[in-house]
Structures are given as C-alpha cells and as structure tokens.
C-alpha cells in the first residue's frame, strides 16, 4: 500500500511542474508551436523519421489532432512527408534543415532552464533529481503500454454480417489510400458499391467475411467471394486494417480464418489482386502462400498503378 502522503506529494510537484516548464500556455519553449507540436520535432529527432500513426502513439493523441498539428507544421517548413523506402503504402515524417535549427533552439532552451533549476543544489540531490524523474517517467510509460496491452487482447474475430460494416470497410479503404496512395471517391465508392453487392451474396455457403472487432468498432476486415471467379476459385478481397491496429498480429489472424476457409471448402486456388509497393502486405500473403503470377499497368482503382495477381493453389486438390 503506497502511503498517501507520497501520492500527494508527487501529484502536487507534478502541477507546479506543468504550470512552471510553461504546458499550461499555448505554446512551449519560446516558440511558437504547442506543446504537441514541440514533442513532435524532439520525438522526430531521436528517431530519425516517424509514421504519422507512430507518433501519435508516441504522443497519446488522436490521429485528427496528429494530423493537424503536422499539417501546421509542414506548412511552416519544419518537417516534410516521405515516402516510406521499406513500405511504399506508408508515409514517414521527417525533419527539415529549419526544423533540424528549430529543434536546436528547443535543446538550448531546454537546458538552460535545466540549469537553472538545479545549478544551486550540490551533485547528490541533483542526481536524486535525475534518477527519480527517470524512473516516474518509466513508471508512467509501463502503465500506458500496459493499458495497450489489455486493449489489444480484447480484439476478436467474427465471422458473417454486422450492421454497419460496408460503410465502415469503405471508410477504411478510402481513408487509408486516399491518405497514402491519393486515391479519390471512385475508388472508395467501387468499394462499397462491390461490398454490398457481395453482401447479397453472402448467405451461400462459398462466401464468408471475418472482422476484427475492437471496443464494438470494425478495425479490420477480410473477405472471400467463392462466386466471382469461377472455375472452383476463391476471391480473397477487401483486406483492410486501420492504421492503429497495424504491426499487432491482427492482420494474420485474418488472413488465417480466410485461408482455413478456403481449404476447407477444398478451392482449387485463391486469387488476390492488388498493386506493387505494398510490401508489408506482400510478405504477408507470401507467408500463406500466394504467389505473384502477373503484373500490368492498369487503372481499375482509379490510378494508374503497376497491378498484381497473386495466386495461391491447394496443392492438395
């Protein structure tokens, strides 16, 4: 049991902490960014480059609020959006020449007001200091992380319709490739007029879709059309995560319900169609696999983009 008198005492120097290193004003370390947007550019220069997702994590804020504050930055010349060189579905921030000097002049303040503060205590109780925060701040990041850890493990996979889930899966597809790959409302209206149709169909027994479920909400999904194609093939489609479910095991679990499915009801091979520069999701369908078995130049999501079929046979047909 943690006596009372140390819990008071730690939150009462926390708020004199917060209002005396300046996060109750607009903005932080004689700048002229938020408090957001400052952890941002430091965050940037430890690790080089971040995700947008990456760094909202990082932060604990909401991707609506990430992405406006990076929009403000970008605008003011501080980072810039890269394409991702080890997955080109992704994104990564990065700093500017301004941003990199921004970030110097953040250091230097910072350590002035370090300085400061502890330059009249002798060494002991300056490394009390340090080695009392060090390990508050660590204790306050095993509690989130741990917090993340209880909501991934509550994440399902369900089977068959649920209401809501055309408009969802359409969201999902049209936010991430609109975001990433600049793809409009065509794209993201052929997904959802194709999902309903298919939800027509999805009574029989050939067809069947598996979302991943989190706190009520869809944030994940898979599908196999066992009609479409013909000839005793499968149609895996509509293979979608979001974003703040990536790189967590969901999207396997999926795929595995899919192709458990299909060797279940004994397809002669699934087909998949998607485009090149997708990496992670390659590798993925590559591990249960699939195949690349031909490559175009085509339009039909919209863009002009290097189009791929993989294959995967049952060889036990």
Known sequence: MIDQKIIDEIRSSSRVMVRELGFMSSTLAATDYSPSAVHSLL??????SLTAVQLGQLLGLE?????????????????KEEQDK????LKVIKLTLKGVDTVRKINNYG??????AIEKLN????????????????????CRDNKDL????????????RAGMIGRIAEMHGTYYYENYNFGSFFEGKVATNLAEFSNRLYKDSNNIWLAIKNNKIVGSVVIDGEDLGNNEAHLRWFILSDDCRGQGIGKKLLKEAINFCDQKQFSAVQLWTFSGLSAARKLYETFGFKLTNEWEGDQWG????????????NGN
């Open 150 to 161: 209880i909501d991934n493990n509550i994440i399902e996979i369900v089977s068959g319709y």
């Open 86 to 89: 080890n997955d080109a579905r």
């Open 43 to 48: 965050e940037l220069e430890n690790r080089g």
């Open 63 to 79: 991707k609506s609020s990430v992405s406006r504050m990076l929009l403000k930055l970008i605008k003011a010349g501080e980072i």
């Open 303 to 314: 863009n002009t983009m290097l189009e791929q079929q993989f294959t995967r046979v049952n």
């Open 123 to 142: 060494s002991s109780e300056q490394l009390i200091i340090a080695q009392g925060l060090t390990a508050y701040a660590e204790s306050l990041v095993d």
């Open 111 to 116: 350590e002035r007001r370090v300085i400061q």
